[in-house]
């Protein structure tokens, strides 16, 4: 059955410090998509990044990127320059064949 | 534009009363939808998902059950409410098509006391 670890439970960083967030997933299957989301204290699920599993092509959005392997079965994220606006918890997910399954998410702290 | 409803809030409920929560979508028709928890541990589990009126995945095993009587409605109900019951629930919506993001709606926050 498909599986998203996100090993770091929580982080603290110092603001403009870069930080990366790791997920690894496990699959059976060869077609999947990968995902990443913000919540925020609010508690919403913000949707930050989709990503398929037949483009590796890194991505870059502002301060955010994200690298995928699939050879190590990882779609990290990493914030640069991070900043106090950026304090949420992050979740990394795996959806197949419709089901969207999270990992237990990475708690960022970012301080000022 | 698509919107996505979520009631109530919070809620506090005793042990042994009936639940039920409400989600309605807005602006998309066919909607795949989902209904999640958020325990104290933050990770988020699915517990149901739907394809289409009165097509209900169950997946975990619990005391709740869900059910779709129209098209852009999604509820989540209990008979009788269990201290573990308690968690944070948000509803969510894809596209018809699979493997689409999911937009998620504000959460109810259930205490069951």
């Known amino acids: 059955a498909q599986k998203v670890t996100q090993a770091q439970t929580e982080i603290s960083v110092v603001e403009k410090e870069d930080v990366t967030l790791d997920c690894v997933y496990e699959?059976?299957?060869?077609?999947?998509?990968l995902f990443w989301y913000k919540q925020p204290p609010s508690g919403e699920l913000v949707f930050l990044i989709r990503?398929?599993?037949?483009?590796?092509q890194n991505e870059i959005s502002g301060r955010y990127s994200w690298n995928f392997q699939k050879s190590t079965s990882s779609f990290n994220f990493t914030i640069t320059a991070s900043q106090v606006v950026d304090s949420a918890v992050y979740f990394c997910?795996?959806?197949?064949?419709?089901?969207?399954?999270f990992g237990q998410g990475t708690e960022l702290s970012v301080k000022p | 534009s698509q919107t996505i409803h979520q009631w109530p809030a919070t809620l506090v409920q005793p042990v042994g009363s009936p639940l039920s929560l409400e989600c309605t979508v807005e602006?998309?028709?066919?909607?795949?939808l989902y209904w999640y928890r958020q325990a104290a541990g933050r990770g988020l589990q699915l517990l149901f998902y739907?394809?289409?009126?009165?097509?209900i995945s169950s997946e975990v095993p619990q005391n709740l059950s869900a059910s779709r009587p129209q098209d852009r409605q999604f509820i989540l109900s209990s008979k009788k409410l269990l201290l573990s019951d308690s968690g944070f629930y948000l509803c969510?919506?894809?596209?018809?098509?699979?493997?689409?993001?999911?937009?998620f709606g504000q959460g109810t926050r259930l205490t069951v006391v």
């Open positions: 602006g998309t028709s066919n909607p795949n």
């Open positions: 699959t059976r299957d060869t077609t999947y998509y």
């Open positions: 997910a795996l959806s197949e064949e419709g089901k969207l399954i």
């Open positions: 739907s394809v289409g009126i009165g097509q």
């Open positions: 969510a919506w894809t596209w018809g098509q699979v493997n689409t993001e999911a937009f």
């Open positions: 990503r398929n599993s037949f483009d590796e």
